[in-house]
């Protein structure tokens, strides 16, 4: 049940998806993989709107050179707070209703089951593709929605798996090769590629809209260009 | 004219054909770039006149005689297919699909950042 704060709070999206839809949100549990560039819009977006309980996975500090896009992260948690840690601080500020639950270290094989465990939704914030591999199979075995999200420059890609519905990454993505090293990235880009990662997760909970099902959307911001790549 | 030169002497590197023969029949696709290869190229898209029938794999090659920056920065040389996805009239295809007349070709890098 929704309190009546929680009415007032989310009035204006109860108005799009019903008290059912907020409560859906409500009782749901979202891992965001990543808390960087766009782990920062994708947690705040999904913190606003509600989310019973967000799960942040990383294993870095944040650095000088990450805050131009690292949004959640500021000044005073540089080389000091994990990410999960210096995110869970500012979102439990900014919605003491929800719960937010902190993983500092790598996903591996060997820890992905428990540190998952009883997710309903992962958002794939990554910055390689070994790892996202890693969520991809997990997602598979157990069978619940992944969103895919990755930026560079100024441009982004956006697209939703669900097992069984959906092509998997591996095999949307067969041969990616990884670029080591630092990569050029503005921060709008993530944001925009964040929000619409958040957006998904909250069409998938509520059963609003189309979610990119077996649609890769492609975004330049240098251009001002959206556009969607059909991957049946 | 030139182009088309151009054009068939590549299908004659590439199937050993003379590069006189003049029956081989021609399409028009056009090319879009997109990110990384947008800014390699510097434009949005082009509209080629290429042997009719030829493979996604053998578009990627002219592109690369056209565009031999696109060969030196994107395509390393061995694996060169590794970094590169590409969509057919807005599907996304493999490298052996065969193209026709009229096709809309994008090519997009797939990027890893986050």
């Known amino acids: 049940m929704l309190s009546e704060k929680e009415i007032e709070r989310y009035d204006r999206q109860i108005m799009i998806f019903g008290k059912e839809g907020q409560e859906k949100l409500k009782n749901s549990k979202v891992a965001v993989v990543g808390v960087g560039g766009l782990g920062s819009p994708v947690a705040y977006y999904l913190a606003a709107a509600g989310i019973g309980t967000i799960l ?79 969520l991809d199979d997990y997602a598979h075995r157990k069978r619940i929605p992944l969103v895919h999200g990755a930026v560079e420059g100024t441009f982004g890609q956006v697209t939703t798996i669900v097992p069984g519905k959906t092509k998997s990454l591996r095999e949307i993505f067969p041969n990616v090769k990884e670029r080591k090293g630092k990569f050029p990235v503005i921060g709008p880009i993530a944001g925009v590629v964040g929000s619409i990662q958040a957006m998904e997760v909250i069409k998938l909970l509520t059963g609003l809209g189309e979610p990119l099902l077996n649609r890769l959307l492609l975004v330049d911001l240098a251009y001002n260009t959206f556009d969607v790549v059909e991957l049946r | 004219m030139e182009e088309r030169t151009l054009v068939a002497s590549h299908r004659a590197t590439l199937f050993n054909f003379p590069s006189n023969l003049f029956w081989v029949m021609w399409m028009k696709v056009t090319v879009r770039y997109f990110a990384r290869y947008r800014s390699l190229v510097g434009k949005s898209e082009e509209e080629l006149e ?30 060169d297919l590794a970094d590169v996805n590409v969509s057919r009239n807005g599907r996304y295809v493999r490298f052996d699909e ?16 986050g």
């Open chain 2, 98 to 113: 065969v193209l026709r007349d009229g096709d809309i070709v994008a090519i997009f890098p797939p990027v890893s950042g």
């Open chain 2, 50 to 79: 290429v042997p009719d029938g030829i493979t996604v794999r053998e578009l990627i090659e002219i592109l690369k005689e056209r565009h031999p920056v696109l060969k030196n920065e994107v395509f390393a040389e061995e694996d």
């Open chain 1, 56 to 134: 942040l996975i990383d294993e870095q500090e944040p650095e000088l050179s990450n805050l131009n896009r690292q949004i959640l992260h500021w000044e005073e948690d540089l080389e000091k707070n994990p990410k999960p840690l210096s995110a869970k601080w500012k979102l439990e500020r900014f919605n003491s209703d929800i719960k937010i639950e902190t993983f500092v270290g790598r996903l591996t094989a060997e820890n992905v089951d428990d540190v998952l465990d009883g997710v309903d939704v992962i958002v794939d914030c990554l910055d390689n593709f070994e790892t996202r591999f890693l």
